[in-house]
């Protein structure tokens, strides 16, 4: 009896340490997988969901945290260049960098790709932030990263984020931080806090976008045309521009809902429908004896390959010939991606097709960047020429760009020309065209048609006086 009751408490005691030690390994393995699951991988650092934990824990004790989020500057150079072994171990350099800036106070953590997060647990103000901010950018400047014996030039964006003011939980902070971050490298400011009014993926936003796809379908976009006349007044083309009639708010202008259509793919059926359009539109002008030019806007996010196609097949359905299409692109395009504006334009010339530079002089480029860029005119921005007879720097400008392209070998376009003197001291200035209230708003294409036909008409007559725009035009 004694020797079975040993031998059945042996075997509890044994059950029970293995049950204890048992408990102990899931346990620790439990912890581990935890902690497995809030670090990241190549780094070391926490990860986004370790991120929007501790967000959420300082939110419920009543913290106001601030939130900075970095993307670097060209990073996939890097990958495309050297390797994505090179790209990993200069990420791991970075985040060494970050952690070594922060301070122990700080938390940073890599949210995946090149974005890293940096939160400050209770900010004293706004501009304790930016100042972490711009030390962090520093830092990553003078950092000495290298790949093997390459050493690596590595700039960054930053987008700052505060509860409270700029949102109330973890996703509505990221959500903004990374508004202000794309904001910063677009504006190419280094560093910029989150603004609502900026936000163009506000609810707003959402709804013009949800709407604009509708209107897209129920043929509520028209195109209006303006025109573009010689210095002698004579008709050369007209520009195409998109608007909305909206069912409820009437006529709206591009200004309304580009800027955020321009931040989704909508922009590309957008730019093929209002292509399409205008040159559909300009081809029946021809047909009935009415022979120009037609310019359309494409915005940066348009200007890749997938335009070539779209123009390819403009031309093809309309049979309209390439040197009569022009398509203006913008500074934006120019300095966001040189070596690719490069390629389409080139791409662009060699099919015969026009390219103009709009709005030029109100961006960040200048003549420099137009070389090896085979454009063939420059639109000199209307803010130059709608007070040059006001002032005089203007005028100093004005008459520079137009010397200076011309040596190019490039024609100017003057936007923005609204009365007799300006056009006349333009013309004196040797610019080539001129675009403007002066001569017509943008209008409908009915009524661009009966102002070309009335033009042709004046010119006819030997009349110095442009024609009078039809009533009821619609502004820019």
């Known amino acids: 009896m004694d020797a079975a009751w040993t031998a059945w408490t042996s075997v509890v005691v044994v059950t029970a340490v293995a049950a204890v030690l048992l408990v102990a390994v899931v346990r620790h393995r439990d912890r581990r997988s ?68 922060a301070g122990p106070q700080a938390q940073v953590t890599r949210l995946g790709g090149d974005e890293f997060a940096v939160l400050v647990p209770s900010p004293a103000h706004g501009a304790e932030l930016e100042v972490l901010a711009k030390r962090l950018l520093a830092a990553l400047s ?169 123009v390819e097949e403009a031309l093809a359905l309309t049979r309209w010939p390439p040197e009569q299409l022009v398509l203006e692109i913008t500074e934006t395009a120019i300095v966001v991606d040189p070596a690719g504006a490069r390629r389409t334009v080139q791409r662009l010339r060699e099919r015969g097709v026009r390219v103009s530079v709009d709005d030029f002089g109100a961006g960040a480029t200048s003549l420099v960047h137009l070389r090896g860029l085979a454009v063939h005119e420059l639109k000199v921005d209307r803010q130059f020429v709608s007070d040059l007879m006001a002032h005089p720097e203007d005028e100093v400008i004005v008459s520079s760009v137009i010397a200076l392209a011309h040596r190019l070998g490039l024609v100017v376009v003057a936007e923005g020309v609204e009365d007799a003197r300006t056009a006349a001291r333009l013309r004196a200035m040797g610019c080539d065209e001129l675009q403007g209230y002066l001569f017509a708003r943008p209008l409908p294409a009915a009524q661009a048609l009966a102002w070309a036909r009335g033009e042709q008409g004046r010119l006819a007559a030997g009349s110095a006086e442009p024609a009078a725009a039809p009533t009821g035009a619609a502004a820019e």
Request: net charge negative; charged share 20%; no cysteine.
């Open 142 to 310: 003078i950092g000495g990263f290298t790949s093997g014996e390459v050493p690596l030039d590595v700039q960054g964006s930053i987008g700052i984020a505060v509860a409270g003011a700029d949102g109330t939980s973890a996703e509505e902070l990221l959500q903004h931080a990374d508004v202000a971050m794309y904001a910063a490298k677009r504006a190419r400011a280094g560093v910029l806090r989150y603004d609502a009014e900026q936000d163009q993926h506000s609810t707003g936003a959402l709804e013009v976008l949800g709407q604009l796809r509708q209107a897209m379908e129920e043929d509520q976009l028209v195109v209006h045309y303006q025109p573009k006349v010689a210095g002698d007044g004579r008709l050369l083309g007209f520009e195409a521009l998109v608007r909305w009639q909206h069912p409820t708010r009437g006529l709206l202008p591009p200004a309304a809902f580009l800027p955020f259509v321009e931040r989704t793919r909508l922009i590309h059926a957008l730019t093929r429908w209002v292509l399409l359009t205008a040159v559909r539109q300009v081809a029946t002008w021809r047909a009935h004896g009415l022979d120009t030019t037609v310019s359309v806007n494409i915005s940066a996010a348009s200007l890749d390959e997938g335009l070539l196609g779209m």
């Open 34 to 101: 935890a902690r497995v699951a809030l670090t990241d991988a190549l780094t070391g650092l926490g990860n986004r969901a370790a991120l929007t934990g501790r967000v959420a824990r300082l939110l419920a004790g009543g913290a106001s945290p601030g939130l900075l989020l970095l993307d670097l500057d060209g990073f996939k150079d890097v990958n495309d260049t050297l390797g994505h072994t090179a790209g990993d171990a200069l990420l791991r350099q970075v985040a060494t960098v970050l952690q070594r800036t």
